[in-house]
Every structure is written in structure tokens, then in C-alpha cells.
């Protein structure tokens, strides 16, 4: 007998139609007479996963035209000195948005970093002020990688109105957010949601029962194919580094998910790499627009 075969949701396409959109409209608000759209990226440290994350974040400001630069600071710079520099960039009318890429060194507090964010420019959707008004269904900057997965969802028209949906991680930027969003009263959300996390007693009793599953526990292949529902679609946030000396780099990127098994389950699956990753840049470039355009916070 074949094996099924699951649909393949195509995040490096839909990015790089959200990327072009994006472009356009740069290039009609610049063409109005208005200045470029500027984002000011900090990356604290030298984490080798967040480089390449805000090579990719630089390489699609390129791109769609908005400016960038990346502040580089050391991983023994100070918290008063990192928020030193925010107050500076919040105080900058040329910047729009201000990133902070996480994870910070351990000896910062990355609540009291983002804080210090005007939740103006918080293109990460990560201030409480920003997270606040996502939960009560106000206007906000959107953490991006949840709202990459709504725009996933949406582009392969799989409405999760009324759908069982089951979130695997409960961070503050994939999983809390993403839970909320799915349940909430917009054309992306109303489903029925459970957000699962490292305290959840019999995880597969909630996975199984899944329309829409959502994996983001940081855990490689914390999701085998039995604790998938047949016809389910899966989104795997998981970006986890594996050791591999038979490829060039010494390592493989993998999701939380034992692909193969939950493929043979899966009716719609996002590879990893090539998912979720290239919609969390797209998102940003939207919210950095936004925020040039004081769209959220007029
Ligand atoms: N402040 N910190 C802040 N904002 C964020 O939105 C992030 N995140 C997460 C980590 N820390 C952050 C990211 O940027 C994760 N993340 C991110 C961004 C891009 C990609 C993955 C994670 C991505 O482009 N992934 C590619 C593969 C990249 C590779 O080869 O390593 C993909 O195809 O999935």
C-alpha cells in the first residue's frame, strides 16, 4: 500500500509574496514623499542561531526597502547599557521599530529589556502593552511567528472556526500568543484551544483530539505520528539544531515533530526548514511598515 502523502505548507512562498506585497507598499509610501521605513536590530552576544536569524531579517529589509542597521554589542555589555541604547532609539524620530533579538545572556532580565521598548515601535509584538491588547482583541504589533502561522492558515484556506486546536509550548512569543489568537473572534481564530505545556499530564490524550496542531516546545521530535489525528494539519514551529557531521555545517535544522510518522497522518504539514521561519521575517517587515505608517498607534 503507498503511504499518504500530506500537503506541504510552503512558507518560503508565502513570505515571499508577503515580502513583495510589502515592497510595493514601501515603494508607494516612499514614492507619496514619505521617508523610507527604518528598523533598528540589536543582537546582543554571539549566539550562532540568532545571527543567521538577523542575516535573514537584514537580507529582507533589503529587499523590501526599509532600512536597517544592527547594532552589535558583546555578551558582558550591561543591562543599563543595552537600555541606554533603547531609550536612544526610542527617541530617534527616524526609527520606526526596534528589535530585540533573544535570547539575551543570562545575567539580563528580558522582561525589564522589552519593557524598556516604546511599545510603539515593539515590531516583535513582545511589550505587555502590545501583548495586552492582543489578548483583549485591540489593535497591537502581533508576535510574528504566531502571526506567520494565521497568515499560513489563511493562504491555504484552513479556517480554524470551530476546530479543535491544540498549541504544544506556551512561550510568550509562539505558543501563549498563538493560543490566543486562535481563539479569539477574527477570521483566522474562533477555534476551541488548548494550550499544552511541560506540565500537561497525557499529552497525546490532547494532540489526538487535534484538527489543527501546533508544535512549539522546542523539543525534537517530541511528536511522533501516533499522537496525531488522521487528517490533521500540523504546524511544527520547532527550529532545533542537530548534530550531523555528514553535512558541511556539523549540524541539521529539525522541528518538534518525528516528520516522517506524522507525515503519514498529517492531511497538511510545514516542513522544517522552509515553514514557519521565512513567515516570522515576512511578519516583521509588515509590522515595521505598520509602524512607519503609525498604523496601530495612530
Ligand atoms: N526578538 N527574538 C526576537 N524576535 C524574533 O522574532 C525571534 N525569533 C525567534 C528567536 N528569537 C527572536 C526569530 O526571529 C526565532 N526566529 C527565527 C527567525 C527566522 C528563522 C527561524 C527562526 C528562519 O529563517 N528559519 C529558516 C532556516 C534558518 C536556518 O537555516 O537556520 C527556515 O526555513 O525555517
Not at 500540523?234 to 548534530?243: E, F, S, T, Y
Request: proline share 6%; net charge neutral; glycine share 8%.
Amino acid at each position: 500500500m503507498n503511504k499518504p502523502v500530506p500537503n506541504i505548507i510552503d512558507g518560503r512562498h508565502v513570505a515571499a509574496l508577503i515580502r513583495e506585497e510589502v515592497r510595493q507598499d514601501v515603494h508607494d509610501w516612499v514614492n507619496s514623499g514619505n521617508r523610507a521605513p527604518k528598523l533598528q536590530v540589536v543582537l546582543v552576544g554571539g549566539n550562532q542561531a540568532s545571527k543567521v536569524y538577523v542575516g535573514a531579517k537584514t537580507r529582507a529589509c533589503e529587499e523590501v526597502g526599509i532600512l536597517s542597521e544592527t547594532l552589535m554589542l558583546p555578551d558582558t555589555t550591561s543591562e543599563k547599557i543595552l537600555k541606554e541604547h533603547i531609550a536612544k532609539y526610542n527617541d530617534d524620530p527616524t526609527i520606526d521599530g526596534i528589535l530585540v533579538q533573544l535570547p539575551l545572556p543570562a545575567h539580563m532580565t528580558p522582561l525589564a529589556v522589552i519593557e524598556s521598548i516604546d511599545h510603539r515601535k515593539d515590531v516583535d509584538g513582545f511589550h505587555p502593552m502590545n501583548v495586552g491588547r492582543l489578548t483583549i482583541g485591540q489593535p497591537c504589533y502581533r508576535s510574528c511567528t504566531p502571526a506567520g502561522i494565521m497568515e499560513l492558515l489563511k493562504y491555504y484556506s484552513l479556517s480554524a472556526k470551530s476546530k479543535d486546536v491544540v498549541v504544544v509550548g506556551a512561550s510568550n512569543i509562539v505558543g501563549s500568543p498563538a493560543a490566543i489568537m486562535l481563539s479569539r473572534e477574527n477570521d483566522e481564530g474562533k477555534a476551541t484551544t488548548t494550550l499544552c505545556h511541560k506540565y500537561t499530564r497525557d499529552l497525546t490524550r490532547h494532540t489526538i483530539g487535534a484538527d489543527i496542531l501546533i508544535v512549539a516546545a522546542g523539543v525534537p521530535g517530541l511528536i511522533t505520528g501516533q499522537m496525531v489525528k488522521e487528517g490533521a494539519v500540523v504546524i511544527d514551529v520547532g527550529m532545533n539544531r542537530v548534530a550531523d557531521p555528514s553535512v558541511d555545517r556539523g549540524y541539521r535544522l529539525v522541528g518538534d515533530c518525528d516528520y516522517d510518522s506524522v507525515a503519514e497522518k498529517a492531511s497538511w504539514i510545514t516542513p522544517v526548514p522552509g515553514g514557519v521561519g521565512p513567515m516570522t521575517v515576512a511578519m516583521l517587515m509588515k509590522n515595521t511598515l505598520l509602524a512607519a505608517k503609525k498604523a496601530v498607534y495612530p
